[in-house]
C-alpha cells in the first residue's frame, strides 16, 4: 500500500491471531487487461446498460488485489462490465492512471493517500482524513465510502530486538536508529525518510528496498526494522512486535475506494459502497490469511466473502 498510522500492537494481533505465514501474489503482465463479462446481465445499473467498462486496478501486492477483486466481482454482481488491470505497481504509477481515466476504480487507504497529496497534513482520524482528501483530490476523482477494515503501516521489530533495545514505541528508537538498518517497500524511504527525521529525530544507519520480503529480513537479521503492514500474517507467524506511533506519523488508513467520477454510476458507486458497509479489519485479516498462508486464489476468496456478505 504501501505505505499505509498503527494504533496498538496488542489490537493488531488479537486480529491476526491463529495467522501464519504471508507471500506475494502470482506474476505475469501487470498491465495486461482482463475483461470480465457482467456476472448478472440482467441486473440494472447505467453502466451495463450504456455498455461503460468500468477499469478496476490494483497496486502490487496480495492484500490490493484481494480487495481489487473484491471490488470488481461486486460491481459485476451489478451487471457492470469489467476490465481487470491487477498488480500494476505502487501508488506513484497507479494515481496518474486513474486521472487519466485508464483506471476507473482503485481500492486505497486514507491516510497514506492523503499523505501522498499533502505530506505535512495533521489530519488523523477517519472523519478529518476524509474530509482533507475530498479537498485535494481533484475535481474529476472521488473517494467513496470508507470501509471499518484498516491496514496500516507500522515499524515493527523483531521480539529479540525488542527486548534487547528496550523499545515498544517508535519514539522509544531515538538514540538508537543511527545503528539499525530499516527496509520495506521501495518507496517507503522516499515517503517517510523526512517524516522520521522531523517528528521524532531518527536517523537510521540505511534503508533497504525489501519490499515483500521485509517481514522475513528482520527475522533473519537482514534489517532490524521494517516497514510491515498489520493485517500481515508473518507478525504473527514470526513473533514480530510492531512499535507504537505516539507521535501518529501513519494516520488511519480505511480501505476507501478511489474513483474516476466520468467512469462509475449510481449503480457502481453503491456496489462499492456495500463493500464498505461490510468489510472490518478482523474480516480483512481472515481473507488475507486465507490468501497468503492457505495460498487460496483472491479471486475465489473474493467470490466466498461477498456472497457471505450478500453482496452482489
Same mark, same amino acid.
Given at each position: 500500500?504501501?505505505?499505509?498510522?498503527?494504533?496498538?500492537?496488542?489490537?493488531?494481533?488479537?486480529?491476526?491471531?491463529?495467522?501464519?505465514?504471508?507471500?506475494?501474489?502470482?506474476?505475469?503482465?501487470?498491465?495486461?487487461?482482463?475483461?470480465?463479462?457482467?456476472?448478472?446481465?440482467?441486473?440494472?445499473?447505467?453502466?451495463?446498460?450504456?455498455?461503460?467498462?468500468?477499469?478496476?486496478?490494483?497496486?502490487?501486492?496480495?492484500?490490493?488485489?484481494?480487495?481489487?477483486?473484491?471490488?470488481?466481482?461486486?460491481?459485476?454482481?451489478?451487471?457492470?462490465?469489467?476490465?481487470? %488491470?491487477?498488480?500494476?505497481? &505502487?501508488?506513484?504509477? /497507479?494515481? =496518474?492512471?486513474? #486521472?487519466?481515466?485508464?483506471?476507473?476504480?482503485? $481500492? !486505497?487507504?486514507?491516510?497514506?493517500?492523503?499523505?501522498?497529496?499533502?505530506?505535512k497534513t495533521t489530519a488523523a482520524d477517519k472523519t478529518a482524513v476524509n474530509a482533507?482528501?475530498?479537498?485535494?483530490?481533484?475535481?474529476?476523482?472521488?473517494?467513496?465510502?470508507?470501509?471499518?477494515?484498516?491496514?496500516?503501516?507500522?515499524?515493527?521489530?523483531?521480539?529479540?530486538?525488542?527486548? %534487547?533495545?528496550?523499545?515498544? &514505541?517508535?519514539?522509544? /528508537?531515538? =538514540?538508537?536508529? #543511527?545503528?539499525?538498518?530499516?527496509?520495506?517497500? $521501495? !518507496?517507503?524511504?522516499?515517503?517517510?525518510?523526512?517524516?522520521?527525521?522531523?517528528?521524532?529525530?531518527?536517523?537510521?544507519?540505511?534503508?533497504?528496498?525489501?519490499?515483500?520480503?521485509?517481514?522475513?529480513?528482520?527475522?533473519?537479521?537482514?534489517i532490524q526494522i521494517g516497514n510491515v503492514f498489520t493485517t500481515d500474517p508473518k507478525i504473527v507467524q514470526?513473533?514480530?512486535?510492531?512499535?507504537?506511533?505516539?507521535? &501518529?506519523?501513519?494516520?488511519?488508513?480505511?480501505?476507501?475506494?478511489?474513483?474516476?467520477?466520468?467512469?462509475?454510476?449510481?449503480?457502481?458507486?453503491?456496489?462499492?459502497?456495500?463493500?464498505?458497509?461490510?468489510?472490518?479489519?478482523?474480516?480483512?485479516?481472515?481473507?488475507?490469511?486465507?490468501?497468503?498462508?492457505?495460498?487460496?486464489?483472491?479471486?475465489?476468496?473474493?467470490?466466498?466473502?461477498?456472497?457471505?456478505?450478500?453482496?452482489?
Amino acid at each position: 500500500m504501501t505505505t499505509r498510522p498503527v494504533r496498538t500492537a496488542v489490537a493488531v494481533t488479537v486480529l491476526l491471531l491463529g495467522a501464519a505465514a504471508c507471500s506475494s501474489s502470482g506474476g505475469g503482465d501487470p498491465l495486461a487487461a482482463k475483461s470480465t463479462a457482467p456476472a448478472a446481465s440482467g441486473a440494472a445499473g447505467g453502466a451495463a446498460a450504456s455498455g461503460k467498462t468500468v477499469v478496476v486496478g490494483s497496486a502490487n501486492f496480495p492484500e490490493n488485489v484481494l480487495l481489487a477483486s473484491i471490488y470488481s466481482q461486486a460491481l459485476q454482481g451489478k451487471g457492470v462490465k469489467v476490465e481487470e %488491470k491487477f498488480n500494476i505497481g &505502487s501508488r506513484e504509477v /497507479l494515481y =496518474g492512471q486513474l #486521472q487519466s481515466g485508464a483506471l476507473t476504480v482503485l $481500492p !486505497e487507504y486514507n491516510g497514506a493517500l492523503l499523505g501522498y497529496l499533502d505530506p505535512k497534513t495533521t489530519a488523523a482520524d477517519k472523519t478529518a482524513v476524509n474530509a482533507a482528501l475530498k479537498e485535494k483530490l481533484p475535481a474529476g476523482l472521488a473517494i467513496l465510502d470508507s470501509a471499518a477494515a484498516e491496514d496500516n503501516d507500522s515499524l515493527t521489530v523483531t521480539q529479540e530486538t525488542a527486548d %534487547k533495545l528496550g523499545v515498544k &514505541s517508535i519514539a522509544d /528508537l531515538a =538514540g538508537k536508529a #543511527q545503528d539499525l538498518v530499516i527496509g520495506g517497500p $521501495p !518507496e517507503f524511504k522516499s515517503r517517510r525518510e523526512q517524516q522520521f527525521k522531523d517528528v521524532y529525530g531518527l536517523t537510521f544507519k540505511e534503508w533497504k528496498p525489501t519490499g515483500d520480503t521485509t517481514a522475513n529480513a528482520l527475522k533473519d537479521g537482514t534489517i532490524q526494522i521494517g516497514n510491515v503492514f498489520t493485517t500481515d500474517p508473518k507478525i504473527v507467524q514470526l513473533k514480530l512486535v510492531p512499535l507504537t506511533d505516539p507521535k &501518529s506519523v501513519f494516520s488511519v488508513q480505511n480501505v476507501t475506494p478511489l474513483v474516476n467520477k466520468a467512469g462509475l454510476d449510481d449503480a457502481g458507486t453503491a456496489a462499492l459502497n456495500a463493500v464498505s458497509a461490510k468489510l472490518d479489519t478482523a474480516t480483512l485479516a481472515g481473507l488475507m490469511k486465507r490468501v497468503s498462508v492457505d495460498k487460496e486464489d483472491p479471486s475465489a476468496v473474493a467470490k466466498s466473502w461477498l456472497k457471505s456478505a450478500n453482496i452482489g
